[in-house]
């Protein structure tokens, strides 16, 4: 995405209104891009940024996030920012790490447990027992009548589209169950999971 002009001083009275900018911070550079591209529309700046391999490991992405947004950041009109990651090799105490720094600094975190994949599956399908890693995943998604030739490279936005509201619901549902068992969500535990339905949610509402 280009990057956008500064359009006012906060500190100076009188200024015009700006639209809030909704920074992800992710991980890839594929899959995560390509989804996420199709939610900009004039009333929703989404500004994606993919980071270095090094910053990988959900804390130090959580960490860095912010030093990642090479524009102007102004939570009080609105911005926020989003880190999005998986379960991958993080311990609990990585992701527990992780959660705490964000809450503390307003981030908002959209985690998928095993893979981001998995929020695509639930667009066809209910899936609610242990998933073994991304693997598994890719495969279910991979199935007849799904994503059949699924690849990261893809965009694969406007197949999923016409499911979406389903898999809100499916997402939503899975959340509410671990709730109940008194899971935590950011933790490898949870499996599977994903609050990548919070952060679609949000970017729907804010396209108006």
């Not at 990651?85 to 095993?114: I, M, Q, T």
């Not at 509410?176 to 933790?187: M, P």
Request: aromatic share 10%; proline share 3%.
């Amino acid at each position: 995405m280009a990057r956008m002009k500064k359009e006012y001083d906060p500190n100076k009275t009188g200024r015009r209104k700006r639209r809030p900018i909704i920074y992800i911070i992710c991980e890839g550079k594929e899959t995560e891009t390509k989804y996420f591209k199709h939610f900009r529309t004039r009333n929703c700046l989404v500004d994606i940024v993919p980071i270095s391999s090094k910053y990988q490991a959900a804390e130090h992405l959580v960490k860095h996030a912010k030093s990642l947004v090479q524009q102007d950041y102004y939570p009080k009109d609105g911005d926020q920012i989003w880190c999005v990651f998986d379960c991958d090799d993080n311990s609990d105490a990585a992701l527990r790490s992780a959660a705490e720094y964000a809450e503390k600094h307003g981030y908002k975190v959209a985690y998928s447990n095993p893979c981001f994949e998995y929020w695509y599956l639930l667009h066809f399908a209910k899936h609610n027992s242990h998933l073994n890693g991304a693997d598994e995943v890719l495969r279910l998604l991979q199935s007849k009548g799904r994503l059949e030739n699924y690849e990261k490279s893809l965009d694969v936005f406007a197949d999923l589209l016409p499911h979406q509201n389903e898999a809100i619901l499916r997402a939503k549902e899975r959340l509410e169950q671990l709730y109940r068992d008194n899971v935590v969500i950011l933790s490898r535990d949870s499996n599977p999971a994903t609050t990548v339905v919070e952060l679609v949610e949000f970017l729907n509402q804010q396209r108006g």
